[in-house]
Nanobody, 118 residues
């Protein structure tokens, strides 16, 4: 299974970006999907997650600005980021929790850079 993230870039404060992450390969089914981020000198932190039933969770710092969604038919998770702030600058990593017949595992994407700067 491979995850391919896209949509990062340079945006001015107050702007928007939409990240996408597609899972491909032999996939039985997917449980949770979501996004982490890591800024320079900081630990990786959970930004948002969504269950296979559509229940979402957000970091306090992004609530009301970011929206996570998924398309189960396309094995894709999205992160709509609005009202971006300089402190949102980080490398964003997507993940999926792959279900197996017994157990499962977490797969990570390669990361996409988001830079918020004027």
């Amino acid at each position: 299974v491979q995850l391919q993230a896209s949509g990062g870039g340079l945006v001015q404060p107050g702007g928007s970006l939409r990240l996408s992450c597609v899972a491909s390969g032999k996939i039985l089914s997917i449980n949770n999907m979501g996004w982490y981020r890591q800024a320079p000198g900081k630990q990786r932190e959970l930004v948002a997650s969504i269950t296979d039933g559509g229940i979402t969770t957000y970091a306090d710092s992004v609530k009301g600005r970011f929206t996570v969604s998924r398309d189960n038919a396309k094995n894709t998770v999205y992160l709509q980021m609005n009202s971006l702030k300089p402190e949102d600058t980080a490398v964003y990593y997507c993940y999926t929790d792959i279900k197996l017949e017994i157990g499962g595992y977490r797969e990570w994407g390669q990361g996409t850079q988001v830079t918020v700067s004027s």
